[in-house]
Every structure is written in C-alpha cells, then in structure tokens.
C-alpha cells in the first residue's frame, strides 16, 4: 500500500479489476510533476549517465516496507537518487499523488513489484486489498502493464509468485513476468543480478564466456576466408550445386552473355548445301535417284572450285546407283578434292556403309551432334576404342584398336589422333603437323540434355570408349541460312542449276538435311533458344576449329585460386569498410559482383575459358555474410 507523506489514503471511485477510476483521465491530461517534484527531477537527470535506467518501486506497506526502503538505498546509491522514485519522501504536501504516481509510471522504465509472503492475501474489514477499488498496489501494476513498462516482480520474506487465476484480471500478466529474488542471507549478489538485469548486462560469468568468445572470434575471423575457400573447392569436388539443380557444369550465364555481347566470327570458307521439300519432290524417297544426284553434285562443286565436300550424311544401305556414286568421289579424289563421309556405326571395328565407300572416300568420320550440357550445345571432336585385354600385361595405349575422328574434325585437314600415355588427353594434328585442337579424353556418358530429355549420345560410342568432346559455340542462325554460306540443293543438282567456275574455289562444303522437323536440335544462344539443323551444328563445329575457339574451362588449380580471391575480397568488403553506410556497402558489393561477371564475360569471348562463376561467387558472398556475421557477434560479445 502506498500512502501520501502524512499516511492518509484517498479513496477510489472504481476496483482495480473494472474500468479505470475517474481520476485516470486527469493522469494522463499532461506530461510535468508537480512543480517540486519536476524540478527535482530534472536536477537528476542532469546528474546522471544518459543511458540510466528511471526506476519505480511498487511495495505494500504493511507487507515489505522494510526491504523497500533498503533497496531504495541501494538502488538510489547505484543509479542516483533522482533516478529511483518512491513515494515515501518524494511527494510533497499538497500534490495530488494520484497524478504524481501515474505519471511517475509514465515516466520510468522499470517497475519494480516487490511481492512479500504477506501481499496477496493482505485484507481489511472490506475484505482483500486486491480486490478493493482504493487499492495503490493494483493500480500501479495495471497501470504498467496497460504501458508496457518493463515489470520486474521481486519476492522478498520467502514470497512465492502468485498463480494467475489468484490475481484481478487487470493484473493477471504479473504471473508471467519472470520474479528476481531477494534472500536475506545473500542480499548483496542478489541485488547485485537485480542491477545487472535492470541495465540488461550479463551475469560475471557469462560476461568472462562473451569475453572469450569474442577474442577467440577476432582471432578466427581472419582465417575464414581461406576456410570459405576449401568449403566451395569441396562443394565444387562433389558438384553440390549440380545435385541442388543449380548449373554449374558449364557456366550458362557466362556464356549467355558472352552470346549476347559478342557473336563468335564466321570463317569465309564454310558454305552449307542443305536438300528440302523441293529437293523430295522432285527426287521422291531417298533411293537410287538421290544417289544419282549425289554424284552429280559432288562433280559440280569440283568444278566450282571446293576443297573438301563432307556428307552429312551415313550411306548403309546398297542401291543400284552406288556405282555412280562411288565413280564420282574417285574424280573428286583425282582433281584434287576431299570426299568426307559420315559413319553411325561400326561392324566388326569396320564402318557400317556400302562397299567400297570407306576405301573410296578421303575419310569417313563420327556422325554424332546435337547434345547438350546445360547451356552449352556438345558434341564428340573423336572416340578413341578399345579392344578386350587378351591379358593383364598390355599398357592401356596397347589396347587402343581404334582412333575415330568426327566430321568437323576431318574437315579441317585433322588426320591424326594422338592420346598421351595416361589416356587423358587427345590432340588433333593436321598433315602438316599443326595442332587443330588438344583437350582432355572422358569416359562416355550414357545420356546427355537433349530438349530437356536424355538420349542415347550416338550408336558408334560404347561402353569403355573415351570421347573427346567440344563446346561449340554457335555463331548467328542467320549466318548459315543466308547467302553466300548458304545454297539449296536445287541451286546445284537441279539440271538447269550452275556454278560459276571458281565460285566455291578453297570452300569447305557441307552438305546435310535442312528439311523442316528433319534431324534438328534444340540448343540454346544467349538469352533464348532456337532449333538447328545437324548440318548447321557441324558448320559450327568447323568454324569453332578454324578461328581457334576453344571453349574449356579454367584449369582446376586457377579454379580454386579464383575462389579464394573471391572469398578474401567478400571478406575485406565486410570487414575493412566498416565505416560505410550499408546502402554504399550493399551498392558496392553489387559493383564488384558485376565487376567479376563482366571479366569472366570478357575472358570467355577473347579466350574461350569459363569461369566457375557459381562456385566464385558463392565463396564471395558466404565470405562477405559470414564474417559480417562473426564481426557483428564478436562486437556483441565485448562486455558491457
């Protein structure tokens, strides 16, 4: 029970447990204290740290006065007397303590309930306190509650905290705010973690374990980024970000945007014959009249000058013009012109073709596109077979019975196929002796992307065999559908058709299917996707390995350095900018992202190398959040 410096009470008009009491309007119609007390008020908060905590002790008087004074002794010791109200001493005659009191409360930040044995069942002739209409005790509590200050219930005397449902429904919340107790035997350490948790520290002990922490943080925190680092080369070794559905087998976006910006340049020597409708309805079915025509066409594009003819195309099956045919390659072979067929299969190590082709023509190659790894659009450069062990003692290279090279592959002048003695590199040497191309030998995949569903790669790969595979990377649809890389089949075979002596003179001349739905691909260039012709991928293919595009990734120890970069630099942008407001940081942690994109961009157009840029900058980002992270934790974990 509180009391006025006289110990008078004044009564209440309304229970602590209804509607607020007519004089509650009045307490909140303005901000000052009576003039006495204000004053006094204000005098202490001069006097005191800008960050102290306003203090109102709650007490009945018959129940805890004596450990209410003492903890106003203390209290008023450690946080200045003007900070600590009570309302013994404090109230001067003739203030209407009613005001004062809830303004008082308005006024703290902490209200402190000291609960006695004696609090709760304290009565008087009208029954118990509590209930009572002219009770201090509920009002001051409701009234805090109503505010949202924060409650601290102190027990004192051996007091229990009451039961909810033995409070007026206006204070019913007291049983859940946490108590603090007050023991008589160790007074002074309680006080002591009551004043802690009033200015929210942490016990000793819990201060010497924050103080550890953020010494061992500020010690550690310098090696996370080299930490980072192994942490994606190891997600990068199990390929976590492949298993999540995030591409990173070839680095899409890099290469989107390298399709986008820049378009790979186009070798003047490539031109492409594609057969249409108009070819099959004048031809029919492909039988002995496509043959006939076939022959024609080979002696026309000699006489027009063309180096090297290469057929899209897999002959297996006899007819009755393949006399003609084969007559035909033997006078492009005569005059100086290569004749390069395509192979689906093999029978017994032999290409599956009509007699005498493979013996006719200047090579026959793989006749295997149209993959995709992601992004990228794949396809075998060479396979290199192998024979059955006849036993243990043979090396791996004296098992080898086959090097086959593909169309592209050939069509550039590539005749040799040399593998290393590990079995993990594959280079492509020309007749002159000039390296066409050199990369690494892979076990065949059983499947590949194709339109977002797998397929068999190409009947002439098994099991056991190792493929050298190429990224092509594709020029401009428009480029091999417009003149003058372009022809019809009729501009050439239909019997009117000519060329001009010369017109094809050096030309590398790919002739394949061009008919609507007819062997073509789904493949993907810069932002969106289109479908391509076989024909048109091997004329890729071709100008990939003329203009010396090489697509490969970084090598796997500038990989990992990469990475490690990436994840130091998230690291000094968190923090050795500290100072910066967190929109510039932000801004410039999107600069140095779009920084990093464009050279990767630019590495790809100029040189054909990827980066590995999910794991890159994966490192960069985990680097900058978490040693912001630690950063901030370790500046939490200074004591107060």
């Given at each position: 029970?509180?009391?006025?410096a006289?110990?008078?009470?004044?009564?209440?008009?309304?229970?602590?447990?209804d509607?607020?009491?007519?004089?509650?309007?009045?307490?909140?119609?303005?901000?000052?204290?009576?003039?006495?007390?204000?004053?006094?008020?204000?005098?202490?908060?001069?006097?005191?740290?800008?960050?102290?905590?306003?203090?109102?002790?709650?007490?009945?008087?018959?129940?805890?006065?004596?450990?209410?004074?003492?903890?106003?002794?203390?209290?008023?010791?450690?946080?200045?007397?003007?900070?600590?109200?009570?309302?013994?001493?404090?109230?001067?005659?003739?203030?209407?303590?009613?005001?004062?009191?809830?303004?008082?409360?308005?006024?703290?930040?902490?209200?402190?309930?000291?609960?006695?044995?004696?609090?709760?069942?304290?009565?008087?002739?009208?029954?118990?306190?509590?209930?009572?209409?002219?009770?201090?005790?509920?009002?001051?509590?409701?009234?805090?509650?109503?505010?949202?200050?924060?409650?601290?219930?102190?027990?004192v005397?051996?007091?229990?905290?009451?039961?909810?449902?033995?409070?007026?429904?206006?204070?019913?919340?007291?049983?859940?705010?946490?108590?603090?107790?007050?023991?008589?035997?160790?007074?002074?350490?309680?006080?002591?973690?009551?004043?802690r948790?009033?200015?929210?520290?942490?016990?000793?002990?819990?201060?010497?374990?924050?103080?550890?922490?953020?010494?061992?943080?500020?010690?550690?925190?310098?090696?996370?980024?080299?930490?980072?680092?192994?942490s994606?080369?190891?997600?990068?070794?199990?390929?976590?970000?492949?298993?999540l559905?995030?591409?990173?087998?070839?680095?899409s976006?890099?290469?989107?945007?390298?399709?986008?910006?820049?378009?790979?340049?186009?070798?003047?020597?490539?031109?492409?014959v594609?057969?249409?409708?108009?070819?099959?309805?004048?031809?029919?079915?492909?039988?002995?009249?496509?043959?006939?025509?076939?022959?024609?066409?080979?002696?026309?594009?000699v006489d027009?000058?063309?180096?090297?003819?290469?057929?899209?195309?897999?002959?297996?099956?006899?007819?009755?013009?393949?006399?003609?045919?084969?007559?035909?390659?033997?006078?492009?072979?005569?005059?100086?012109?290569?004749?390069?067929?395509?192979?689906?299969?093999?029978?017994?190590?032999?290409?599956?073709?009509?007699?005498?082709?493979?013996?006719?023509?200047?090579?026959?190659?793989?006749?295997?596109?149209?993959?995709?790894?992601?992004?990228?659009?794949?396809?075998?450069?060479?396979v290199?077979?192998?024979?059955?062990?006849?036993?243990?003692?043979?090396?791996p290279?004296?098992?080898?019975?086959?090097?086959?090279?593909?169309?592209?592959?050939?069509?550039?002048?590539?005749?040799?196929?040399?593998?290393?003695?590990?079995?993990?590199?594959?280079?492509?040497?020309?007749?002159?002796?000039?390296?066409?191309?050199?990369?690494?030998?892979?076990?065949?995949?059983?499947?590949?992307?194709?339109?977002?569903?797998?397929?068999?790669?190409?009947?002439?790969?098994?099991?056991?065999?190792?493929?050298?595979?190429?990224?092509?990377?594709?020029?401009?649809?428009?480029?091999?559908?417009?003149?003058?890389?372009?022809?019809?089949?009729?501009?050439i075979?239909?019997?009117?058709?000519?060329?001009?002596?010369?017109?094809?003179?050096?030309?590398?001349?790919?002739?394949?299917?061009?008919?609507?739905?007819?062997?073509?691909?789904?493949?993907?260039?810069?932002?969106?996707g289109?479908?391509?012709?076989?024909?048109?991928?091997?004329?890729?293919?071709?100008?990939?390995?003329?203009?010396g595009?090489?697509?490969?990734?970084?090598?796997?120890?500038?990989?990992?350095?990469?990475?490690?970069?990436?994840?130091?630099a998230?690291?000094?942008?968190?923090?050795?900018?500290?100072?910066?407001?967190?929109?510039?940081?932000?801004?410039?942690?999107?600069?140095?992202?779009?920084?990093?994109?464009?050279?990767?961009?630019?590495i790809?157009?100029?040189?054909?190398?990827?980066?590995?840029?999910?794991?890159?900058?994966?490192?960069?980002?985990?680097?900058?959040?978490?040693l912001?992270?630690?950063?901030?934790?370790?500046?939490?974990?200074?004591?107060?």
């Amino acid at each position: 029970m509180l009391t006025t410096a006289t110990g008078r009470r004044r009564p209440m008009a309304t229970a602590c447990s209804d509607a607020p009491a007519p004089w509650a309007a009045a307490a909140g119609a303005g901000k000052a204290l009576p003039s006495s007390t204000g004053e006094r008020l204000k005098a202490g908060a001069a006097s005191v740290a800008e960050n102290a905590s306003r203090i109102f002790i709650s007490y009945r008087r018959e129940d805890s006065i004596a450990y209410a004074g003492r903890l106003y002794d203390h209290l008023s010791a450690h946080f200045g007397a003007e900070q600590v109200f009570m309302d013994i001493g404090q109230i001067d005659a003739g203030d209407d303590f009613i005001t004062v009191l809830d303004r008082e409360i308005d006024a703290c930040d902490v209200v402190i309930a000291l609960i006695g044995p004696g609090w709760l069942k304290a009565s008087n002739a009208s029954g118990r306190r509590l209930d009572q209409a002219d009770d201090f005790v509920c009002h001051e509590l409701a009234a805090a509650l109503k505010q949202g200050k924060r409650l601290i219930p102190v027990l004192v005397g051996g007091a229990t905290m009451p039961d909810a449902r033995e409070l007026p429904a206006a204070i019913a919340p007291l049983a859940r705010r946490q108590a603090h107790a007050l023991d008589d035997k160790r007074f002074q350490f309680d006080l002591d973690a009551l004043i802690r948790s009033i200015e929210r520290r942490p016990s000793l002990l819990n201060q010497f374990v924050q103080l550890m922490n953020a010494e061992r943080l500020r010690r550690w925190r310098h090696y996370s980024a080299a930490g980072i680092a192994v942490s994606m080369l190891c997600f990068a070794w199990v390929q976590l970000f492949d298993l999540l559905g995030i591409d990173t087998r070839i680095e899409s976006y890099t290469m989107a945007l390298g399709d986008m910006v820049a378009s790979v340049p186009v070798s003047e020597r490539i031109v492409i014959v594609s057969f249409d409708e108009k070819s099959e309805a004048r031809l029919g079915k492909f039988g002995p009249d496509w043959r006939r025509e076939h022959a024609r066409v080979i002696d026309r594009l000699v006489d027009a000058g063309a180096q090297v003819i290469v057929f899209d195309v897999y002959f297996e099956k006899a007819n009755p013009a393949d006399g003609e045919l084969l007559a035909a390659i033997a006078r492009a072979r005569q005059r100086g012109s290569q004749v390069i067929v395509g192979v689906n299969q093999l029978l017994d190590q032999e290409p599956a073709a009509i007699p005498g082709l493979a013996r006719a023509v200047s090579a026959w190659g793989l006749l295997c596109v149209g993959g995709r790894l992601g992004y990228a659009s794949i396809a075998p450069l060479a396979v290199v077979k192998f024979a059955a062990a006849a036993n243990s003692g043979p090396t791996p290279v004296e098992r080898i019975s086959a090097r086959i090279g593909a169309l592209g592959a050939l069509a550039v002048g590539g005749t040799t196929l040399a593998v290393d003695e590990q079995l993990r590199e594959l280079t492509l040497v020309s007749a002159a002796g000039r390296t066409i191309w050199r990369g690494p030998l892979k076990p065949v995949r059983t499947s590949v992307e194709d339109s977002g569903q797998a397929r068999n790669e190409c009947p002439l790969l098994a099991s056991g065999d190792r493929v050298a595979e190429v990224l092509i990377r594709l020029a401009p649809i428009d480029t091999w559908r417009q003149p003058p890389r372009r022809y019809d089949y009729e501009q050439i075979s239909a019997p009117a058709a000519t060329l001009a002596p010369g017109e094809l003179a050096g030309k590398i001349v790919l002739i394949g299917d061009g008919r609507a739905g007819r062997d073509h691909f789904q493949v993907r260039r810069g932002a969106g996707g289109e479908f391509r012709h076989g024909v048109e991928l091997h004329a890729d293919i071709v100008n990939n390995l003329l203009q010396g595009v090489h697509v490969r990734g970084l090598d796997p120890l500038l990989q990992v350095l990469a990475m490690a970069a990436l994840a130091v630099a998230g690291g000094w942008l968190r923090l050795f900018r500290p100072a910066m407001r967190a929109l510039w940081r932000r801004l410039l942690l999107v600069g140095c992202l779009l920084a990093y994109l464009a050279l990767t961009v630019l590495i790809y157009v100029q040189f054909g190398v990827l980066f590995n840029t999910a794991y890159h900058i994966g490192a960069f980002l985990l680097s900058y959040w978490l040693l912001g992270r630690l950063s901030t934790t370790a500046a939490s974990a200074r004591p107060a």
